[in-house]
């Protein structure tokens, strides 16, 4: 089977993250008030094949211990999607 | 005479200035690329400044897969000076071979200014030619170095006399100051600033080559070869 897979990579809870409170602080400015704890983060997105939905999730878990996250700073999210016969262009749907 | 191999990945930048400050130093210096298993007959290695790789994913992340880190976590092992200066500090944290990591600089600037920094230790292969205590003033030329770790890594880098080089005025948020750490055995050493930089009259500091010059002094060169 085929799975789309979303990975967001973020600081670790209690690691500062700058550029979070800038945005932060940026929002209020836009009236927008009552935002806390904006964390910045980057997505990872790709396909994977896979017996099942467990086993493609355990994979990019150990992905993420690997390279995609350093696990001194970072934290992941990992889920996954199967993914229908029939994919349109890069849309993962997720 | 001391020879030592000097790494080039994809986006390394500042290899000749190493290999040209390793010879004022009275060291050989001889470039090696990424993709060598072998990095030939040397003492030791020095991963140099730049963007290994891009700095994709993180800085470090994809250099540490090259072949040419077998042979570099190789020589840790067997106790010969391996040395990451800036880029170079940050493939050793992502390769393990240090502890931490290093994060965007707090002000969220990319940093380049000369910076003054403490001698903590003079155990290691990069401070042996220094005494401690000694102010050196070296530049730094980065984005990431702000040297981060938990609570308990930071204590156990100040009681097994880890701390190599600490800033006297701390310019990117590092954890405990730190501007250069080494492995327990002193022969692994990440700096975040550049000695090669201040290693000629012309660039106004002889500082760096106290650093670099102690890799030549080091009898564990001879003796791990």
Known sequence: MRFAVHVEVSPLEGIADPEGETIERALPALGFEGVRHVRLGKVVRFEMDADDAERAEERAVEMCRRLLANPVIEQADVSVAALGDRRQGSDLGL | ?225
């Not at chain 2, 403490?118 to 401690?132: D, I, M």
């Not at chain 2, 730094?140 to 770790?149: K, W």
Request: glycine residues 12%.
């Open chain 2, 1 to 225: 005479m001391t020879k030592l191999a000097v790494v080039v990945f994809p986006g390394t930048n500042c290899e000749h200035d190493v290999v040209m400050a390793l010879g004022n130093a009275g060291i050989e210096a001889t470039l090696v690329s990424h993709r060598e298993t072998h990095l030939g007959d040397v003492d030791g290695v020095v991963l140099p400044g730049g963007f290994a790789h891009g700095d994709y994913l993180r800085p470090g992340a994809i250099a540490r897969f090259s072949p040419a880190m077998d042979a570099v976590a190789a020589l840790a092992r067997e106790g010969a000076p391996v040395v990451g200066i800036c880029n170079g500090f940050q493939v050793l944290t992502e390769a393990g071979l240090l502890p931490g990591a290093l994060r965007r600089n707090e002000g969220l600037r990319f940093l380049c200014q000369p910076v003054r920094c403490r001698v903590v230790t003079t155990r290691t292969v990069l401070t042996a030619g220094c005494r401690a205590g000694e102010l050196l003033e070296l530049p730094i030329n980065h984005n990431e170095g702000n040297f981060t770790c938990d609570a308990e890594t930071l204590r156990r880098l100040a009681a097994e006399d880890q701390i190599v080089l600490t800033y006297l005025d701390n310019p990117n948020g590092s954890d405990g100051d730190i501007a250069a750490i080494c492995n327990k055995r002193g022969n692994v050493v990440g700096i975040m600033p550049h000695p090669e930089r201040a290693s000629d009259v012309l660039l106004g500091s002889l500082d760096g080559l106290k650093l670099l010059g102690s890799l030549a002094k080091n009898d564990r060169v001879a003796s791990s070869s």
